[in-house]
């Protein structure tokens, strides 16, 4: 699985958008982006992926340039609730060999303040 | 739906000891995969079952072992246990493997003492 670049933290206002940045600069053709999260003492929470394409769901959205070698998760009002480490993953998905497992790195702790 | 059920949430072992921990994945979901969390070393895959087969392994001692049942249950299990081992251990299931979204319990914090 490609490495990733994470900074260790960050802080975000309430209410405001918090934008997440990632450096995947090796990712492979075959390797889709994944954002997970995991709020203290709580499993991983998965959030968004996607592999060349802009992609949005109820909780975020995941902006992938357009070399693919970086991206940035986006959350667009950030609540309190919100605060957890941040995990940005690369890995393939079904079909592009047997190892699917999940290689988490440090992450960012986003803090979100009142 | 019920969620990924781990148990037991807690546990206090002596050094030497063994221990059995326990997985029931989302109904219908047939991968398990366990991760180990500690403050040093992060997450950490331990391995992954599918069909009541391991598919993949991390990179830890044969201490470390596990298994899946006919029903998708798993189980992982460290014998002589090290004051080293103790963690928060996650599991984590999905429909099959190379699925794109895993599912994690709230996992068992081992204490070993």
């Known amino acids: 699985d490609a490495k990733t670049t994470q900074p260790p933290s960050m802080d975000c206002a309430e209410g405001r958008a918090a934008n997440l940045p990632c450096n995947h600069s090796t990712i492979s053709g075959n390797e889709y982006v994944y954002w997970y999260r995991q709020i203290h003492s709580q499993g991983p929470q998965y959030i968004i992926h996607g592999l060349k394409n802009n992609e949005t769901n109820e909780m975020a959205s995941l902006i992938i340039t357009e070399d693919r070698k970086s991206s940035t998760l986006i959350l667009p009002h950030a609540t309190l609730r919100d605060t957890a480490v941040y995990y940005c993953?690369?890995?393939?998905?079904?079909?592009?060999?047997?190892?699917?497992?999940?290689?988490f790195g440090k992450g960012t702790l986003l803090t979100v303040n009142p | 739906k019920a969620g990924v059920t781990q148990t037991p949430r807690y546990l206090i072992k002596t050094r030497g000891q063994q221990v059995t921990l326990s997985c029931s994945p989302i109904?219908?979901?047939?991968?398990v995969s366990w991760y180990q969390q500690t403050p040093g070393q992060g997450l950490q895959f331990l391995f992954e079952?599918?069909?009541?087969?391991?598919?993949n392994k991390g990179n830890f001692p044969g201490r470390f072992s596990g298994r899946q049942f006919s029903n998708s249950r798993s189980e992982m299990n460290v014998s002589t246990l090290e004051l080293g081992d103790s963690a928060l251990y996650l599991c984590?299931?999905?429909?099959?493997?190379?699925?794109?979204?895993?599912?994690f319990g709230q996992g068992t914090r081992l204490t070993v003492v």
């Open positions: 079952y599918f069909s009541e087969t391991q598919r």
């Open positions: 984590a299931s999905s429909l099959s493997p190379g699925v794109t979204e895993a599912f």
């Open positions: 109904s219908g979901h047939r991968s």
């Open positions: 993953i690369v890995r393939v998905v079904a079909g592009g060999g047997s190892n699917y497992k999940l290689t």
